[in-house]
């Protein structure tokens, strides 16, 4: 463990060592509604009543942005013992748990999800830098091995870029890729806390597909790679919704102050002209036309709220928080609460990543 108390020393000072365990009562609402006494995360619309691994890995996110040891450590056993065989060190979480047809509860599919994957390691490192636990950190660097092994893929004329799992994106010359599983700044600390790794190699190729394939500031839900071209989802096409909309949320979380980021933020402009024009964000978006449809639930105006605060708009910004204080969270909507606690957490406060993606908690005077 020598290595990694070093690791914790080096880094210790990129995030606030006296931060507040501050009250966050959308956090208390979710463990309330969506998170069982053994640390599964349930999501009510399904009648299977399933757990996924992204929705175990965001609750670890907000258990450590809340500095909730005791929920972090349900939730990171119940993932462990029942997603990953056991052992995070040597597999990669099932995606998918539930309720089979014969009513008994198991992994329903095996396949991996790396957006969770990659949130998952990243909320093992920080809070193992935060809270001063090694075995975190020593579990992250394991995981991360694996998602580089399984999940990650050379892109000829690009180079390598995060799969959305292990398993069914990948057929000759063709690379099925989600634009949103790849926040950059989880990127950014990776390659920071492992300099001259692939996770360094990732972040051109990554600004280059966000940018890419959303040539009109929208961004698509699923994008292909064939033939030296981005290609359309052959699902669904261009089409950017439920998926997409966390690309705006991730570009407005990042750190100011990088060229590229600030490129980055401002690429998204346009999202943010279609909220001037009409009020509420699109349920659905042409990426590549701009042609929208419907209106988005109130978790799709919480994501982009860290964007409008970036952009420095006001007015725009004040209107969607009316709009969410309107519209209360309905129980059983996890996806909602989900958006609400990364977008409204931002816009409180209650976390920053860095310019090199560390998180960056309130002390205790900023406590609200």
């Known amino acids: ?13 990129l ?23 053994g640390g599964r995360v349930i999501d009510p619309n399904d009648p299977r009543l399933i757990t996924t691994s992204e929705g175990q890995a965001y609750a670890m996110f907000f258990a450590l942005t809340a ?14 013992n029942n997603l990953a065989q056991g052992d995070l060190r040597r597999h990669l979480p099932a995606w998918l748990w539930g309720r089979n047809p014969l009513g008994k509860w198991q992994v329903l599919d095996t396949n991996s999800a790396a957006d969770a994957d990659l949130w998952i390691a990243y909320s093992l490192q920080e809070a193992g830098r935060l809270w001063l636990r090694p075995r975190y950190l020593y579990l992250s660097a394991r995981l991360l091995r694996l998602i580089r092994r399984h999940e990650v893929a050379q892109l000829p004329q690009l180079g390598p870029l995060l799969l959305p799992g292990a398993e069914g994106f990948v057929s000759p010359d063709r690379w099925t890729l989600n634009p949103s599983y790849s926040p950059m700044p989880l990127l950014h600390s990776f390659a920071r806390l492992y300099p001259d790794s692939i996770w360094s190699q990732m972040l051109e190729p990554t600004q280059r597909m966000l940018k890419e394939t959303s040539p009109r500031g929208f961004a698509p839900d699923w994008v ?10 052959r699902t669904i096409g261009w089409q950017g919704s439920y998926d997409a909309i966390r690309v705006y949320l991730w570009a407005g979380m990042q750190a100011p102050g990088k060229d590229e980021t600030d490129n980055l933020a401002q690429h998204f402009r ?8 009409y009020g509420l964000p699109p349920l659905r978006v042409d990426s590549l036309t701009g042609a929208a449809e419907g209106y988005g639930p109130p978790g799709f105006s919480a994501a982009l709220l860290p964007l409008l605060s970036r952009a420095a708009e006001p007015r725009l910004l004040q209107e969607q928080l009316e709009r969410l204080a309107a519209e209360p ?40």
């Open 1 to 13: 463990m020598k290595f990694w108390m070093t690791v914790l020393l080096l880094f210790a000072p």
């Open 15 to 37: 995030g606030n060592a006296a931060h507040a365990d501050c009250p966050w009562p959308l956090w208390e609402q979710f463990k309330q509604r969506f998170i069982d006494t």
């Open 67 to 80: 500095g909730d040891r005791r929920t972090f450590k349900r939730l990171l056993r119940w993932s462990e």
């Open 224 to 233: 292909e790679w064939q033939d030296g071209q981005w290609q359309p989802a």
């Open 270 to 277: 346009p999202m943010l002209n279609y909220l001037e024009q």
């Open 329 to 368: 969270l309905q129980p059983d909507a996890y996806y909602d609460h989900v958006l609400s606690l990364f977008g409204q957490g931002w816009i409180e406060g209650r976390y920053r990543f860095s310019a090199h993606g560390a998180l960056q908690l309130p002390s205790i005077e900023e406590c609200l």
